[in-house]
């Protein structure tokens, strides 16, 4: 980076981000998700330090105390902190494989019509925690449901980039392709009501804090406005660096590169699975995930993960989060351990799913006793 | 000695405030200074310890002077005689002296450590550190294996190096495992080596009380203004009243807006914040409403107004906030950017604060660069705690690679390059300063009036005669082209104001003349204009 480059970063800027970097931000949406709007003035895209910074601006903005939001349960936990202080109700929508069911989302609409129902806040790709992907169709369900209601939807997607597909290496005789992907909400939403969350985090950096939110330009101005009288703006520092290696990159180097993103994913992913069988087996229950790095697993003879694991892990000397910090109401129990795929080694995981094993096999022993 | 750094603590004993007409008679104040050594980290960033221990001398002395001013002149030669002159001589010797002099109940005087919670806004209760964080101690276990954080894999980041051009010629290799550590998730208060920096620079140029409790924290924040909007956040809700300068900087009137809270403006001169007028607003505050327990203000070159506010109304203040329980938020990003010499400097609040009620926000924009959103609160370690918690929720830290970037130019330079970068930077504006003033005073005598700024890079102009300075700028200057901040978007309340401010910081030489040229004219065919 040199020049007029760096100068520019290194200065107070635009709050809507980096002239360039909104431009690439801009091509992108337009080529990953053909807007569904008649011009490119009735959209807009905002940079924000991380998606989580856009999401804590977006409920900012949208929710009053007393206000109700909808949120899959269980859920990311960073929403449910930055949702807590604004005294808001939040209400847990059931999940089934594909992911958050319209229907509860119809009836539990129905219930709260006197709660000053604003959004419903989403993880629609590779799910934290449950790693649930939804279909095409189960997301048409949710934003007809949302349209009548008349709410809004926040997409957040920060796994979209690591889509694999449900179909494991093993399955296939061809090489490695992406699977079909499913048509973003942001893609699908003919009436103007989706805000979505992109994150760089997982496929550039995810200390260089940037992320994105698109959406009607009514919303991102405000959200905009917001960002302005608190951070300013994303570092110019991070947003200079990124820009400068997409620009060198150009299309097709970033369509290869997240290509490479996802097939390291799917190759861990993979990995997992096949040594969760080998270890797991009876002990477990578990979907395949078709994006992200997470595995949801069930523990079937365990009430209650987390005194499991908070008793028994130090000894065990194996780590998982227990499910019950994704859930809306954290104090019930769970049944349910997050495992993330995306950093231990093959022996790594070799080991901890060994130790999982004995660890449940002990427990079920004490259990009979 | 040479590992050991002077640290230096003084708690500030005052004339009561009670009596509003102090009798010389009566005057009584101990100062007492104690000098405590303790060992640096191994970086040992700060050399010189002499340096320390004169800015502390200077500072004692030049209280001496502002409070000699209201005493009996039995005092004053006391003082002069056995006081200053032990000034000289070592800080044991100094306290004895001090001790000699008549005092007043010393429990008037102690140490009042504010009830921190009750501060604290509904909003501000609620948030909480993250519980994925709290299985952070079992990870480190021996033999551990987790398979629980959601980080991503650093594999797939595509940056192998990082290497900065200095304007000097240098360059500098980022160093390997910082850049790993500042492309991953990093811990919502900063990379712990920035962290640990900061603490030993605020120590360094702000002293540091000793035994403090709870202890002094730094939490890295992206920009100064973050930190500020969420300690705002934090402890006002919609029936709060919040204490502030009138005028003050906009951007704090933007991040308060939404929090609906009352804006309380305190009246300010050209030295800053008026005591009389805070105490005044404090004494006759009705009782049914609720009581301010909060006080913002940009005590050094302040954003609008330029002016600084004086030794002894620091003194003031902080004595005012002691009285009456008040937090102080201190934003101070102009702090380096004062004209005087380092020893003729004002020392920050935070340096007089012996209670703990001081949360002081610093900033590296002026100094280093805006764009790269680097600012640090500083404060009581319960208080700042809670603006991590928030970072977590909100932006989770700022950026990693503005921190290692701002890491590896201090590891290169050290503390004295960086002390001379700070020097180079504060004579750099002092010379806007002089040649902004010096082209108002050719131009714009008999036009408008000013105050010359002791620190900071604006220029506080009054326009005798204009009521709403908003309808000028909006409607002639634009006509004129030339550019300038009308004081309504100052004002706490928005009104209209005879102000305008502008900055010195980055038009040059010709620019400058010919803008404050056309402002000039500007003024003149107004003038004529309402004759």
Same mark, same amino acid.
């Given at each position: 980076?040199?020049?007029?480059?760096?100068?520019?970063?290194?200065?107070?800027?635009?709050?809507?981000?980096?002239?360039?970097?909104?431009?690439?931000?801009?091509?992108?949406?337009?080529?990953?998700?053909?807007?569904?709007?008649?011009?490119? *003035?009735?959209? $807009?895209?905002?940079?924000?330090?991380?998606?989580?910074?856009?999401?804590?601006?977006?409920?900012?903005?949208?929710?009053?105390?007393?206000?109700?939001?909808?949120?899959?349960?269980?859920?990311?936990?960073?929403?449910?902190?930055?949702?807590?202080?604004?005294?808001? $109700?939040?209400? !847990?929508?059931?999940?089934?494989?594909? !992911?958050?069911?319209?229907?509860?989302?119809?009836?539990?609409?129905?219930?709260?019509?006197?709660?000053?129902?604003?959004?419903?806040?989403?993880?629609?790709?590779?799910?934290?925690?449950?790693?649930?992907?939804?279909?095409?169709?189960?997301?048409?369900?949710?934003?007809?449901? *949302?349209?009548?209601?008349?709410?809004?939807?926040?997409?957040?997607?920060?796994?979209?980039?690591?889509?694999?597909?449900?179909?494991?290496?093993?399955?296939?005789?061809?090489?490695?392709?992406?699977?079909?992907?499913?048509?973003?909400?942001?893609?699908?939403?003919?009436?103007?009501?989706?805000?979505?969350?992109?994150?760089?985090?997982?496929?550039?950096?995810?200390?260089l804090r940037l992320g994105w939110v698109t959406g009607p330009s009514f919303l991102v101005e405000k959200l905009q406005l917001h960002q302005q009288a608190s951070c300013l703006h994303a570092s110019g520092l991070s947003q200079g660096v990124a820009l400068a290696i997409l620009n060198q990159w150009g299309s097709a180097g970033w369509s290869e590169h997240v290509r490479l993103a996802a097939e390291f994913y799917r190759a861990r992913r993979d990995l997992i699975v096949r040594l969760a069988d080998k270890h797991l087996s009876g002990l477990v229950e578990y979907t395949v995930p078709a994006a992200g790095m997470f595995l949801w697993i069930r523990l079937t003879h365990v009430a209650d993960s987390r005194a499991l694991i908070l008793q028994e892990a130090v000894s065990a000397r194996v780590l998982m989060v227990p499910g019950a910090l994704f859930q809306v109401n954290g104090q019930s129990p769970s049944s349910f351990v997050r495992a993330s795929f995306s950093l231990a080694t093959e022996a790594e995981m070799d080991t901890a799913l060994q130790r999982v094993a004995d660890l449940l096999r002990a427990h079920q022993q004490r259990c009979a006793q | 000695e040479d590992s050991l750094v002077h640290r230096s603590t003084w708690t500030l004993r005052y004339p009561s405030l009670e009596e509003p007409h102090i009798s010389p008679h009566h005057l009584s104040f101990i100062i007492i200074l104690t000098i405590s050594h303790c060992k640096t980290t191994k970086q040992n960033r700060y050399p010189n310890p002499s340096r320390q221990d004169k800015r502390d001398?200077? %500072?004692?002395?030049?209280?001496?002077?502002?409070?000699?001013?209201?005493?009996?002149?039995?005092?004053?030669?006391?003082?002069?005689?056995?006081?200053?002159?032990?000034?000289?001589?070592?800080?044991?010797?100094?306290?004895?002296?001090?001790?000699?002099?008549?005092?007043?109940?010393?429990?008037?005087?102690?140490?009042?450590?504010?009830?921190?919670?009750? %501060?604290?806004?509904?909003? +501000?209760?609620?948030?909480?550190?993250?519980?994925?964080?709290?299985?952070?101690?079992?990870v480190s276990s021996p033999g551990m294996i987790s398979l629980g954080g959601g980080m991503p894999n650093p594999d797939l980041f595509p940056f192998a190096g990082l290497q900065l051009r200095l304007k000097s010629g240098e360059t500098i290799d980022v160093d390997e495992t910082l850049l790993r550590q500042a492309l991953q998730y990093s811990p919502s208060d900063g990379l712990p080596e920035l962290r640990d920096f900061l603490l030993n620079f605020q120590a360094f140029y702000h002293g540091h009380p000793q035994d403090v409790s709870p202890p002094r924290a730094v939490c890295v924040t992206n920009g100064s203004q973050d930190g500020i909007a969420k300690a705002m956040e934090m402890f006002l809700d919609e029936d709060d009243s919040l204490l502030l300068e009138n005028p003050t900087y906009s951007g704090t009137l933007a991040a308060l807006r939404p929090l609906q809270c009352n804006l309380v403006g305190v009246a300010t001169d050209h030295e800053g914040l008026d005591p009389a007028h805070l105490r005044s607003i404090l004494e006759s505050w009705p009782q049914e409403k609720k009581k301010p327990k909060v006080l913002y203000l940009i005590p050094t070159g302040q954003n609008p107004s330029g002016s600084s506010l004086s030794d002894r109304r620091r003194m003031d203040v902080y004595f005012l906030a002691r009285e009456h329980d008040l937090l102080i938020l201190?934003?101070?990003?102009? %702090?380096?950017?004062?004209?005087?010499?380092?020893?003729?400097?004002?020392?920050?609040?935070?340096?007089?604060?012996?209670?703990?009620?001081?949360?002081?926000?610093?900033? %590296?924009?002026?100094?280093?660069?805006? +764009?790269?959103?680097? +600012?640090?609160?500083?404060?009581?370690?319960?208080?700042?705690?809670?603006?991590?918690?928030?970072?977590?929720?909100?932006?989770?830290?700022?950026?990693?690679?503005?921190?290692?970037?701002?890491?590896?130019?201090?590891?290169?330079? +050290?503390a004295e390059r960086l002390h001379e970068h700070l020097d180079k930077v504060a004579n750099a504006y002092r010379e806007r300063r002089d040649l902004c003033v010096r082209l108002s005073e050719k131009y714009l005598t008999g036009l408008a009036e000013w105050r010359v700024p002791q620190a900071g890079m604006f220029l506080w102009y009054k326009i005798p005669g204009v009521e709403d300075t908003d309808k000028l700028i909006m409607e002639e200057a634009l006509k004129n082209k030339v550019l300038m901040v009308p004081g309504g978007a100052f004002n706490p309340e928005g009104k209209a104001t005879s102000y305008v401010r502008a900055a010195f910081s980055t038009a040059s030489e010709q620019d400058m003349e010919e803008a404050i040229k056309r402002f000039a004219g500007l003024l003149r065919t107004e003038k004529d204009r309402k004759r």
């Open positions: 980076m040199e020049g007029s480059d760096i100068k520019v970063a290194l200065q107070y800027s635009n709050s809507y981000g980096l002239p360039g970097f909104r431009e690439w931000i801009r091509t992108r949406q337009a080529l990953d998700h053909r807007p569904p709007y008649a011009s490119d *003035a009735e959209w $807009n895209v905002c940079v924000t330090s991380g998606s989580q910074h856009g999401l804590h601006k977006a409920f900012s903005m949208l929710l009053d105390e007393g206000d109700t939001i909808f949120v899959e349960d269980p859920t990311y936990p960073g929403a449910l902190a930055s949702l807590r202080p604004l005294h808001v $109700n939040i209400v !847990g929508v059931s999940m089934d494989e594909d !992911g958050m069911r319209a229907d509860q989302l119809d009836r539990l609409l129905e219930v709260h019509r006197a709660h000053r129902p604003k959004c419903v806040y989403l993880i629609p790709t590779g799910q934290n925690p449950t790693g649930c992907t939804m279909s095409t169709e189960r997301r048409r369900a949710i934003l007809e449901v *949302a349209h009548r209601h008349r709410i809004l939807i926040l997409e957040d997607d920060p796994y979209f980039n690591l889509y694999y597909g449900r179909s494991l290496s093993s399955e296939s005789a061809e090489g490695f392709t992406i699977a079909r992907r499913p048509q973003s909400f942001f893609e699908l939403d003919q009436h103007h009501i989706v805000l979505r969350f992109d994150s760089l985090s997982k496929v550039l950096s995810s200390g | 001398l200077m %500072f004692v002395v030049s209280s001496l002077r502002s409070a000699l001013s209201l005493g009996s002149i039995s005092s004053r030669s006391l003082a002069k005689s056995s006081l200053l002159s032990s000034l000289t001589r070592s800080a044991r010797s100094y306290a004895q002296v001090l001790d000699s002099i008549p005092k007043p109940g010393d429990e008037h005087y102690g140490v009042k450590h504010p009830d921190y919670d009750k %501060f604290l806004s509904k909003r +501000g209760r609620l948030y909480g550190p993250s519980a994925i964080r709290a299985l952070q101690p079992l201190e934003d101070d990003p102009y %702090f380096f950017l004062q004209f005087a010499d380092w020893s003729e400097r004002y020392l920050s609040l935070m340096s007089l604060d012996v209670d703990g009620r001081v949360i002081r926000f610093d900033s %590296f924009s002026k100094v280093i660069s805006g +764009g790269m959103r680097l +600012g640090w609160v500083t404060g009581p370690k319960t208080l700042v705690d809670r603006i991590q918690f928030q970072e977590q929720a909100t932006n989770l830290h700022a950026s990693g690679l503005s921190q290692a970037v701002l890491l590896s130019l201090i590891d290169h330079w +050290g």
